[in-house]
Structure formats: C-alpha cells, structure tokens
C-alpha cells in the first residue's frame, strides 16, 4: 500500500505541478480556459498558485501526513470547481480535469488508508 500512496502522490503532484507552471507562466492555454468559463484573466494566477500550493502540499504530505491529506483535499475540491465550470458553460470536455480528479482523489484515499485520518 505504502508503494502505491507515494506513487499516485508523486504522480499527482507532477500533474499539478506542471499544470502550475503552464498557469504561472502566461501561456496562452490557461488563458483561453478563463476566457472560455467567463472568469477574469486575473484570476489565471491565482490558479496557478492554487495548483502549486497543492503540488507543494502533495510532496510535503509524504514526510507530514496531514498536510498531504489537507492539500488532496484541496485538490480535490479544486478540480470539481473546475469541472462544474466547463460544464457551466456547456463544454464538455472535461476528461483532463476527470483525471487530475481522480488522481487527487486516489492520493486523497491512499492518504488516508497509509497514515490514518489525521
């Protein structure tokens, strides 16, 4: 179980952490997906921080437990919001953020199972 919690961790906190960098970069993607759900440009960073903070949180969690499981949580709560705002808008394409949904959640569980509620 330990082997699996500290992949899906890791693996996670690769997903989110380059998603940050696209966010905190200026790219041009992040962009087109706020322009796309009707949010301010601004609020693209913010994002971005959000994401690193939960990468950050995800890698910090395998040395302490609770703030892993406080990030995962985070994460999680993130990408339903994000999903929820494509389907707002009536994309559907969602299955990047199903993933990143589901990764978060699995470290969430794995979290969990691993170290105990807190």
Do not use: C
Request: aromatic content about 8%; proline content about 3%; hydrophobic content about 60%.
């Amino acid at each position: 179980m330990f082997a699996a919690y500290v992949t899906v961790t890791i693996l996670g906190a690769v997903f989110n952490g380059a998603a940050a960098v696209t966010y905190l970069s200026g790219h041009e993607y992040p962009k087109t997906q706020a322009d796309m759900k009707g949010l301010p440009r601004k609020w693209v960073p913010v994002l971005g921080l959000l994401l690193a903070a939960g990468t950050v949180g995800l890698l910090a969690g395998l040395a302490v437990p609770v703030l892993g499981t406080l990030a995962a949580i985070g994460l999680v709560l993130y990408f339903i919001g994000a999903i929820t705002a494509h389907l707002r808008v009536g994309s559907h394409d969602i299955v990047g953020g199903i993933v990143f949904l589901l990764t978060a959640s699995a470290a969430l569980v794995l979290g969990l199972v691993h170290h105990g509620a807190w």
